[in-house]
């Protein structure tokens, strides 16, 4: 069965306290791994799109990576702002994504 | 703009009501989706329709009835709600691309708020 588990379930962090989220999946047959970010009260918004295992995309102080079992979104050097639940997803067939439970980031002044 | 709308945002009604919440999407899209956010926070996909057509039913029980008129609105009817139906739903589109990279990146709306008193 397709799943996706993402650790920790929650981050504190200082600002400028850089760190990793990690999202591990089993999946048959990956086609793409999403990274999104959401804020309360508010729907998921995209940042990033990763199709095979070395592939690395950024985007300000966020990182995403992928291996064949696990894609790390990386935080460097964060800021308040960038406190949000960060989802992570798979598409394992065409118009099916399966998610993780996502990881609530807090980071504090 | 807004990409993908959704109405009502927030929905509050009595158990055994009928009640329905209305997305667009803007983006040209040929694929939309509706998915369930528990009080947990997690996400799941309930259907999905490309150019019109049911693809996927996640074993969604048949008092939820999704309506696609045409490819840019997707609309969900609930009957005979339940306590366990409060929860968050979001409608999302995306682009399902015939050949790679794959463009399957899904938007998703604001989301819409059910309380079922």
């Known amino acids: 069965e397709d799943q996706v588990t993402q650790s920790p379930e929650a981050l504190r962090l200082q600002e400028g306290e850089s760190s990793s989220l990690n999202c591990s999946y089993t999946?048959?047959?990956?086609?793409?791994l999403f990274w999104y970010r959401q804020d309360p009260g508010k729907g998921p918004e995209f940042l990033f799109t990763?199709?095979?295992a070395g592939e690395e995309k950024e985007k300000e102080r966020l990182k995403a990576t992928l291996t064949k079992k696990e894609s790390f979104l990386h935080i460097t050097a964060p800021k308040p702002e960038d406190s949000a639940t960060y989802l992570c997803?798979?598409?394992?067939?065409?118009?099916?994504?399966?998610f993780g439970t996502g990881t609530r980031l807090k980071v504090l002044a | 703009d807004t990409a993908v709308s959704q109405t009502p945002k927030y929905l509050v009604t009595q158990m055994g009501n009928d009640k329905s919440i209305k997305c667009e999407q803007n983006?040209?899209?040929?694929?939309m989706y509706w998915y369930k956010q528990d009080s947990k926070k997690f996400l799941k996909i309930m259907f999905s329709?490309?150019?019109?057509?049911?693809?996927i039913n996640e074993t969604v029980p048949n008092r939820f009835s999704p309506k696609s008129p045409d490819k840019a609105h997707l609309n969900l009817h609930i009957n005979s709600l339940e306590l366990g139906d409060s929860a968050v739903y979001f409608c999302?589109?995306?682009?399902?691309?015939?050949?790679?990279?794959?463009?399957?990146?899904?938007?998703f709306g604001p989301g819409t708020r059910l309380l079922v008193l």
């Open positions: 983006l040209g899209h040929d694929t």
């Open positions: 329709y490309n150019n019109k057509e049911l693809i």
């Open positions: 999946v048959s047959g990956l086609r793409g």
């Open positions: 997803a798979v598409s394992s067939g065409t118009y099916k994504y399966i």
């Open positions: 990763l199709y095979s």
């Open positions: 999302a589109s995306s682009q399902v691309g015939t050949s790679g990279p794959y463009q399957e990146t899904q938007y």
